[in-house]
């Protein structure tokens, strides 16, 4: 009896840590060098492409995020059909292949369509704040919150070291050519 109480317990412990969702660091630490290598293809924050996906995926938890890759609730043009729990789900969402191809496509939005390109003409990816709130006076989402909560996980997080701030590249030369 006591053996089959150990695999038991062994099995549901098993599949217990198998279930665990992403925690923000888990999430950060899979998809940061993603987000830097959006930053430099398109020059939007490496914070704000993980900030955004942070909020609006429950850090790669959210249904959508699980089953369609779709870390920014992006909808598509074609209604999607996943399984879940053995049953057939239709939604209006965009399925992707990865969740980098979700980013592309987030940064793709952000300097293609009309409503959010001038926020690449006008600001550096330096200025994660600029972003957020522009992104939010764009209409991205309908919270007057929004830009808040994405700042807000950006700065607890840290997100903004992703972004090559000039001034700590310009403290790191210093520092360089002092120890030479």
Avoid at 98 to 113: C, G, K, L, N, P
Wanted: include cysteine.
């Amino acid at each position: 009896m006591k053996k089959i109480l150990l695999i038991t317990t062994l099995l549901i412990s098993t599949l217990a840590a198998s279930a665990q969702k992403n925690t923000s660091l888990s999430y950060i630490d899979k998809f940061k060098d993603d987000a830097i290598r959006i930053m430099h293809e398109t020059g939007i924050p490496a914070s704000i492409v993980l900030g955004v996906a942070m909020h609006e995926s429950g850090c790669g938890n959210s249904t959508i995020a699980q089953n369609l890759n779709n870390q920014f609730g992006v909808k598509g043009y074609n209604t999607v059909v996943y399984t879940k729990h053995n049953k057939k789900v239709r939604t209006s969402y965009k399925k992707y292949d990865s969740v980098f191809d979700s980013f592309q496509d987030f940064a793709r939005i952000m300097t293609e369509r009309k409503q959010f390109s001038h926020l690449a003409d006008a600001l550096t990816h330096y200025d994660y704040k600029g972003w957020a709130k522009g992104i939010q006076r764009a209409g991205y989402a309908g919270s007057r919150k929004w830009a808040a909560q994405v700042l807000g996980i950006i700065n607890k997080y840290d997100l903004n070291d992703l972004d090559e701030n000039p001034a700590t590249q310009t403290q790191l030369a210093d520092a360089t050519t002092k120890q030479q």
